[in-house]
């Protein structure tokens, strides 16, 4: 089965610092990644996606992929306590209708 | 921009009922999903479709079935609720292909007593 593997956390960051979230992923032909941020109650939002291997920036976010290791990352510069979320992790491993997710991480950014 | 509606947010019923949750997409999506989601567990895929009358199995589809007559409307049916189906609900829809995002409805709180 196609797994996508991330840090339960909690992650606990001050304000002010940079937030590392990792995933890996098991299905090597995977192509198209994303991260979505979940508040608490609330349903999952894209932040940002990555198809190609490197960095990818927008804003305070950087995605960064290596598919090499079969990993990609979200950096978050400047972290503010707004960040604080689930971010989920999801792949298209090759199948044209759908995503598969991680658990996700919990990030808490602390003023 | 994107829209994905579901008919409640909120939602108790007791036990043995039959309970339909309504999930309405705006932008002509070919695929929707079911997934449920519960702390620990992530998101679990029940159901999707990936097109009008045609649906697929996903991790947890037992205890539910789904129905999609048309291509801008997906539900999905408890037909005997039980206690271990309380949860959050959530619908999404996507694009056909690789490179397509995927859109979440707000989600329905549904608890079974």
């Known amino acids: 089965q196609k797994e996508v593997e991330q840090n339960s956390g909690p992650l606990s960051v001050p304000e002010g610092a940079i937030a590392s979230l990792n995933c890996t992923y098991s299905?090597?032909?995977?192509?198209?990644f994303f991260w979505y941020r979940q508040y608490s109650g609330k349903s999952p939002e894209l932040i940002m996606f990555?198809?190609?291997?490197g960095d990818k920036e927008d804003g305070r976010f950087t995605a960064q992929l290596n598919k090499a290791s079969q990993y990609v990352s979200l950096l978050i510069r400047d972290s503010q306590p707004s960040d604080s979320a689930t971010y989920l992790c999801?792949?298209?491993?090759?199948?044209?209708?759908?995503?598969?997710f991680g658990k996700g991480t919990l990030l808490t950014v602390n003023p | 921009d994107v829209k994905v509606t579901q008919s409640s947010r909120y939602l108790v019923k007791r036990t043995g009922e039959k309970v339909f949750l309504e999930c309405v997409q705006d932008?002509?999506?070919?695929?929707m999903f079911w997934y449920r989601q519960d702390p620990g567990l992530g998101l679990r895929l029940i159901y999707f479709?990936?097109?009008?009358?045609?649906?697929e199995k996903g991790d947890i589809p037992e205890g539910y079935s789904v129905s999609r007559e048309k291509k801008e409307r997906f539900s999905l049916i408890l037909e005997s609720a039980s206690t271990n189906q309380t949860s959050m609900y959530l619908c999404?829809?996507?694009?056909?292909?690789?490179?397509?995002?995927?859109?979440f409805g707000p989600g329905t709180r549904l608890t079974v007593t």
């Open positions: 932008m002509d999506h070919e695929n």
């Open positions: 479709s990936y097109d009008v009358k045609m649906k």
């Open positions: 299905d090597r032909g995977s192509q198209s």
């Open positions: 999801a792949v298209n491993s090759g199948s044209n209708y759908k995503l598969t």
């Open positions: 999404a829809s996507r694009l056909s292909g690789l490179a397509y995002e995927q859109y």
């Open positions: 990555i198809y190609s291997n």
